[in-house]
């Protein structure tokens, strides 16, 4: 397995929460990290610039006083998602606060770019980069990039729409650094199967929607318990990139989820969450196809003892199973 060093010995589980627009922060990213996982966040959730500097003080300090108070069991590291895209013209004063704290994680998305790994190298930092098919892995991977992050299809948000059998495989007949899985990944016994298919850690965002601490609406993490899979749209209408909503928002809106039109991808809006009509993903609800195992509104640290638990469990029965063949 490559778990990166920067993780090793500070994970209870070898998940890697994923960074939700508007949804995450500090009280998330600290009380997961706490619980024994990856916490992370879009730099652009922090608005305005100063709001970001707040942000990172307030991690760096606190998840500092935790390890300090519990040496054996020290925290997990965080990480800053950053949009390396034309459209976010905060990047290099994010990236500038970054490298102040020295984030230990920097996950980059639609965009690698050399300058950017080598700076984040240069603070001690490491970059994963996601990416939705094999041809964006090479290119992130040439351009520097640590590890990779696999966004397969039925992930949460923006997603690609191929299987994770494919995208694992193919990615791992070249690449044999740290490689981490996304896509419908909300229990215990999916963490296990994507190690099983060649994944390191497994990347899972929606099931941390429906925490208390998440900055998501109460009618939105309730809709995460309410709906399942065939309640989620892929479409590309509200930022002109691929991604899976939850129809009843989409309906809430006025439009209809089954007839929805095509967005031209030259507009592409991040920085403003889609456009001022739909209002993605503040309106608009992203959302993952794993979430028939979210039942509850829960704190941060209760999802994370329930994976971990789940996963203990899945790999004993694998185990089992294992000594009958």
């Avoid at 065939?230 to 309906?251: C, E, M, Q, R």
Wanted: some cysteine; proline content about 5%.
């Amino acid at each position: 397995m490559a778990i990166p060093d920067i993780m090793i010995g500070k994970l209870r589980i070898p998940v890697v929460a994923s960074p939700l627009f508007i949804i995450s922060n500090p009280d998330l990213v600290i009380a997961q990290c706490k619980a024994g996982v990856v916490g992370s966040f879009p730099s652009l959730n922090a608005r305005p610039i100063e709001v970001l500097d707040e942000w990172l003080a307030r991690i760096t300090s606190e998840l500092a006083a935790y390890d300090a108070e519990h040496p054996e069991a020290p925290s997990a590291p965080f990480a800053v998602n950053q949009i390396v895209h034309r459209s976010n013209n905060r990047l290099e004063e994010d990236m500038a606060l970054c490298e102040k704290y020295r984030v230990p994680i920097v996950i980059t998305s639609l965009g690698a770019q050399a300058e950017l790994n080598a700076r984040v190298h240069a603070w001690g930092g490491i970059v994963l980069h996601d990416i939705i098919n094999n041809r964006f892995a090479r290119k992130a991977v040439e351009k520097g990039a640590d590890g990779l992050i696999a966004v397969a299809a039925g992930a949460g948000g923006h997603a690609g729409a191929i299987s994770p059998f494919a995208l694992i495989q193919e990615i791992r007949a070249w690449f044999d650094g740290p490689l981490l899985l996304s896509g419908a990944i909300a229990n215990g016994n999916a963490v296990l199967a994507a190690q099983a298919m060649g994944a390191d850690l497994a990347y899972i965002g929606s099931a941390f929607i429906a925490t208390k601490e998440a900055n998501a609406d109460l009618n939105y993490k309730q809709a995460l318990v309410d709906y399942a899979s065939s309640d989620i749209v892929y479409t590309n209408l509200f930022t002109g990139v691929h991604g899976n909503y939850l129809a009843p928002s989409i309906k809430a809106a006025g439009l209809d989820p089954e007839h929805l039109p095509e967005s031209d991808p030259s507009a592409m809006n991040f920085g403003s969450g889609g456009n001022s009509e739909t209002k993605a993903w503040k309106d608009i609800w992203g959302c993952g196809q794993g979430i028939g195992a979210v039942t509850a509104i829960v704190s941060a640290a209760d999802l994370v003892e329930r994976l971990a638990t789940e996963y203990a469990t899945a790999k004993e029965r694998l185990s089992n199973s294992q000594a009958a063949f």
